[in-house]
T-cell receptor, first 117, second 114 residues
Framework: AQTVTQSQPEMSVQEAETVTLSCTYD???????LFWYKQPPSRQMILVIR??????QNATENRFSVNFQKAAKSFSLKISDSQLGDAAMYFC??????????????FGKGTHLIIQP | KAGVTQTPRYLIKTRGQQVTLSCSPI?????VSWYQQTPGQGLQFLFE???????NKGNFPGRFSGRQFSNSRSEMNVSTLELGDSALYLC?????????????FGQGTRLTVV
């Protein structure tokens, strides 16, 4: 079974600075997809960024980018110019491509990101 | 466009009872998946439906069941509730069944079993 590990239960960053959230995963598959989701206090999970494992180029979405190291099975999220609205729980997630992804998302335990004004 | 709607938002049930949670996906979305979120176990996959067919089920006992209707709305049912079933239940919908498709989540149903 695949596992996703987020080693930082909590991170704190000053507003406007850059922060990197870590994520590692364990899989024997070659076809898979990786995601970062954000869960603010409203509890609604929101997709931040996603990456297809077969693509070597790191995904970028505005202030959010990933560092995808396939050999190391690492998928970290970098948030640039942190804003107060970025404060939330961040979950790294894995989805197998096997069976069309029918196994659903496997989530890490999450990192609580605090933004200091 | 309306998002994913889960009802009810909060629920308190007694041990041994059964409960049904509802999820209305975004219009046009045919895939619905359910997750259980607890402080101890985190987010765990329950099941996924696509066009009324259950594609897969996570490692949960048979007390957990679900279904999807022809309009893509989905329900999940938990019978013989246990204290450990207290959790936030999240529903997500997506347009297709591709693993790369973005999943849009609802705000969840908070179930408390007493």
């Amino acid at each position: 079974a695949q596992t996703v590990t987020q080693s930082q239960p909590e991170m704190s960053v000053q507003e406007a600075e850059t922060v990197t959230l870590s994520c590692t995963y364990d899989t024997s598959e070659s076809d898979y997809y990786l995601f970062w989701y954000k869960q603010p206090p409203s509890r609604q999970m929101i997709l931040v960024i996603r990456q297809e494992a077969y693509k070597q180029q790191n995904a970028t979405e505005n202030r959010f980018s990933v560092n995808f190291q396939k050999a190391a099975k690492s998928f970290s999220l970098k948030i640039s110019d942190s804003q107060l609205g970025d404060a939330a729980m961040y979950f790294c997630a894995y989805r197998s491509g096997r069976g069309g992804g029918a196994d659903g998302l496997t989530f890490g335990k999450g990192t609580h990101l605090i933004i200091q004004p | 466009k309306a998002g994913v709607t889960q009802t009810p938002r909060y629920l308190i049930k007694t041990r041994g009872q059964q409960v049904t949670l509802s999820c209305s996906p975004i219009s046009g979305h045919r895939s619905v998946s359910w997750y259980q979120q607890t402080p101890g176990q985190g987010l765990q996959f329950l099941f996924e439906y696509f066009s009324e067919t259950q594609r897969n089920k996570g490692n949960f006992p048979g007390r957990f069941s679900g279904r999807q209707f022809s309009n893509s709305r989905s329900e999940m049912n938990v019978s013989t509730l246990e204290l450990g079933d207290s959790a936030l239940y999240l529903c997500a919908s997506s347009l297709g069944d591709s693993p790369y498709t973005e999943a849009f989540f609802g705000q969840g149903t908070r179930l408390t079993v007493v």
